[in-house]
């Protein structure tokens, strides 16, 4: 029974969210517990609803055994702020408009997501502009903070 919901919120859901709700299902699978944990991404416009992640998200993730063909961008909806427990934006900019859409009744908290997962006050950069080498920073970036929120995630 899913007791936790965490969706992972950046601007056009190809890139950074796709890539850290794929790290978040590979590691909360690898410890038996996505029967408790679900996990989503959405973004913050509907650029690309229904594409796949950036082909550069899947191949990144790709080379770490995590599989992201099978999400698909779709924008963040009113219902999200009800639907889960914790909202994390990618970046500050995220977080200003996901706070600036929270009706005064909601139930999701929504933070920053490297200020949540360890405490520092930073973006998760988005690389749909530049290289390669972009994609892979970020998913170390994110794959570094998971071990983190996971932990919160299971002690709070």
Not at 27 to 32: L, Q, R, S, Y
Not at 48 to 73: F, K, M, N, W
């Amino acid at each position: 029974m899913i007791q936790k919901r965490v969706l992972f919120v950046c601007l056009g859901n190809i890139c950074r969210s796709p890539l850290a709700e794929g790290i978040f299902r590979h590691k909360i699978d690898a410890v038996g517990l996505s029967d408790q944990i679900g996990a989503d991404s959405a973004g913050t416009s509907g650029w690309h609803e229904g594409d796949l992640p950036d082909p550069r998200s899947i191949a990144v993730a790709r080379q770490y055994g995590v599989d992201l063909t099978v999400q698909r961008s779709r924008p963040f909806r009113q219902a999200d702020f009800y639907d889960f427990d914790l909202i994390l934006g990618m970046d500050s900019k995220n977080v200003t408009t996901l706070a600036g859409l929270k009706p005064s009744d909601a139930t999701g908290h929504v933070a920053l997501f490297m200020d949540y997962a360890e405490g520092r006050d930073e973006p998760v950069p988005d690389p749909y502009y530049g290289g390669d080498d972009g994609f892979e920073k970020v998913y170390r970036q994110l794959d570094g903070a998971m071990e983190a929120l996971i932990a919160r995630l299971t002690t709070a």
